[in-house]
């Protein structure tokens, strides 16, 4: 299988990350919201929308939580 180009990393994290991140807090919402009953109705659509704000989202969030890191975490040492 061919890989995508390194260039691409920094699109292709972030949109994994949201999906994981997205239906799994989307299908815990819908479970509580609407029980087990009428779930699967309901989870995909909360899921879509809810990966639709993530990923923009996660796009200008990071950069600002990266450089926020680099003020709080120290660098690894260099052997």
Request: no cysteine; aromatic share 16%; net charge positive.
């Amino acid at each position: 299988m061919k890989k995508l180009p390194a260039w691409t990393h920094h699109f292709v994290l972030p949109l994994l990350i949201t999906l994981f991140m997205s239906a799994i807090v989307s299908f815990i919402a819908t479970i509580r919201a609407v029980g087990f009953d009428g779930l699967s109705e309901v989870w995909f659509s909360a899921w879509l929308w809810s990966w639709a704000v993530a990923y923009p989202a996660l796009q200008i969030v990071m950069p600002i939580a990266q450089k926020l890191v680099t003020y709080i975490v120290e660098k690894p040492r260099e052997h």
